[in-house]
């Protein structure tokens, strides 16, 4: 066609194919025949694809705000170098190590999504907001306005800010990210590397990613569009300029846009705004396990291979897990017949959950499917989960030796048994003195040679204590470990 040629110079060669894939369809679908002049017909499809690329812009850009902010950091400094300090080492002193004080700027991007009377709130990442003392926001329109924190949440890397006015402000129509598919179009929207009101347009890559910076929950949507530094906290919007994300990550060996941008789903961030609003804080479900996705080896001895879900490795004594009967060795698939796809999965969704409720689960142990109520609890400050370790039970997670474990771990290959493959530092199992690369051959006497045997064993009701008896460094020794 005629257009070709001036269509290729303007368009990227993915919008290109996208829109050569539209006309045939048109054309196709068409029971006369096609006009004379093509080149207009292109051109009618390029405008309209414009224009809707313009009404999002117009839309969002009003609710999209740059963020700054001023953070005092301090910094010890250096005691020098001086020559008595070479010849006669430095004299003891007193003194507290001398500090620095002096200001770190950043800047990042925000939504504007609520208004209660004059307070205007806006929605961003909490490593945008980090531990600022001064927060400025500057709308699009160039108005600026002090803010303040409301409250953040590093687990899923949210903060909410507000500031007060009593003029008009727009606010952001917030989206339905569950409705998002691969391929949708979207615009991420923000001030990358300083650059003001800057839009940006790709498609959803991918959905429910997981394994965000800093251990971050979410289960991100992957988008092409480009994102930078400085559009953290930014819109990730719909065809139709629905906030559907926020803008938060980006994998990149430069630092730079290479297409592999990640959002958190704004589903995942209704809540957050209620809770910001109402209490200053998010309160998480909390189960009380330690899970993982297992090994193909551990999953074939457990015969659960081939089955979708999250291993209990370990089990807080005293917390839901343990009073709902969730036991060590469980594989749960299922909880409130949502099916379980990995365990990070699983991650989001008990943190979702409202304290107090009852989960059902649905569990596979020792090869049979059972089912289990449990009552979720609020969860705990980090440092006091840390604290809890010492009654996590058992400590410690083990796998089959086979070839690949034997030339993972290097051992010999007369190895045999169950291994252990990591012990948890202050929990029962380390305080007893069991250590990673302990090969255990029994638990009180009876022979274990796979992890149903293994769990069969160590889930057993009775009192006293584990004997486990075991190979270290080629030597047979026996561990207790209390229960």
């Known amino acids: 066609m005629s257009g070709n040629k001036y269509i290729s110079k303007i368009l990227k060669p993915a919008v290109l194919t996208a829109l050569v894939l539209l006309l045939s369809v048109l054309f196709s679908s068409c029971t006369t025949s096609p006009p004379a002049d093509t080149h207009l017909s292109d051109i009618e499809v390029l405008k309209a694809v414009q224009n809707s690329f313009n009404r999002v812009a117009e839309k969002v850009l009003p609710v999209v705000v740059e963020i700054n902010v001023e953070e005092i950091v301090k910094q010890k400094l ?5 020559p008595w300090n070479f010849f006669f080492g430095t004299p003891p002193s007193d003194n507290k190590p001398k500090e620095k004080e002096y200001k770190k700027y950043g800047l990042g991007s925000g939504v504007i999504v609520r208004r ?10 909490n490593h945008v907001v980090g531990d600022a003392q001064k927060i400025e926001i500057k709308l699009y329109d160039m108005r600026k306005f002090k803010a303040n924190l409301v409250g953040k949440d590093s ?4 903060a909410l800010v507000a500031f007060n006015t009593d003029e008009k402000v727009p606010i952001a129509k917030l989206g339905d990210s569950s409705k998002l598919k691969i391929g949708d179009w979207v615009f991420a929207v923000g001030n990358p590397l300083g650059f003001e009101s800057t839009v940006t347009a790709g498609i959803v890559s991918g959905l429910g990613r997981h394994g965000g910076p800093d251990g971050n929950i979410s289960d991100f949507i992957q988008t092409d569009a480009a994102i930078n530094q400085g559009n953290s906290g930014g819109a990730l919007t719909d065809i139709d300029g629905n906030v559907v994300g926020i803008n938060t990550w980006i994998t990149s060996p430069t630092g730079g846009s290479i297409g592999l941008g990640f959002a958190i789903p704004i589903n995942n961030a209704k809540r957050e705004i209620n809770d910001l609003i109402k209490k200053g804080k998010v309160n998480y479900g909390w189960l009380g396990v330690n899970i993982g996705d297992p090994i193909l080896s551990v999953a074939k ?3 659960v291979e081939n089955i979708k879900g999250a291993l209990v490795y370990n089990v807080f004594k005293g917390s839901p897990a343990d009073k709902g009967g969730i036991l060590p060795g469980d594989y749960i ?17 008990i943190g979702n959950l409202p304290p ?9 142990r020792n090869g049979s499917l059972i089912h289990l109520d449990v009552k979720i609890t609020v969860r705990k400050e980090e440092a006091k989960v840390i604290a809890l370790k010492k009654n996590l039970w058992p400590g410690f997670s083990i796998a089959k030796i086979n070839n690949d474990v034997r030339d993972k771990l290097n051992l010999s290959n007369k190895a045999s048994g169950l291994i252990i493959v990591r012990v948890e530092s202050g929990t029962p199992a380390a305080i007893a003195g069991l250590k990673q690369l302990d090969i255990i051959k029994s638990i009180n006497d009876k022979e ?9 064993e160590l889930n057993k009701k ?6 486990f008896k075991l190979i270290r460094n080629g030597k047979e020794r026996t561990i207790s470990l209390a229960r």
């Open 448 to 456: 274990v040679k796979g992890l149903l045997d293994f769990y069969k």
């Open 356 to 364: 107090g409720k009852i989960a059902h689960f649905a569990i596979i």
């Open 78 to 82: 250096p005691e020098g170098n001086l």
């Open 155 to 158: 687990r899923k890397d949210l």
């Open 462 to 467: 009775s009192a006293g204590s584990i004997n």
């Open 116 to 125: 209660i009377g004059s307070k205007v709130y806006v929605l961003t990442n």
């Open 301 to 303: 001895d457990l015969k």
């Open 333 to 349: 698939t299922e909880i409130n017949k949502t099916a379980i796809e990995k365990f990070t999965q699983l991650v989001v969704l």
